[in-house]
């Protein structure tokens, strides 16, 4: 089953401190491929952006799939809850 990401898109708006991201940083926090509310190179995009992808590619070795998603999930909703966005957007597992 693959992460059940809820496409709230803070991860997009909030990639200032994530190293491997920074060739896309606008200079304010927002990815440039952040457009309308959604990715423009969804298909495209980098694989620190495709949580399932990168787990098989980077942080396999590191974690199991349940501590990686469990990460993932605490990281997403800790921005939700900073944004003050609506409790629909949680992710569950």
Do not use: W
């Amino acid at each position: 089953m693959p992460f059940p990401c809820t496409g709230c898109g803070l991860c997009c708006q909030q990639i200032h401190n994530i190293v491997e991201l920074q060739e896309y940083h606008s200079g304010d926090g927002v990815c440039i491929f952040y457009q309308k509310q959604q990715c423009s190179i969804y298909q495209n995009r980098p694989i620190v952006c495709r949580i399932d992808d990168a787990y098989d590619q980077i942080f396999k070795t590191r974690f199991t799939i349940d501590e990686y998603y469990k990460e993932n999930a605490k990281i997403c909703n800790q921005l939700q809850m900073n944004a003050a966005m609506d409790a629909i957007y949680k992710v569950r597992l």
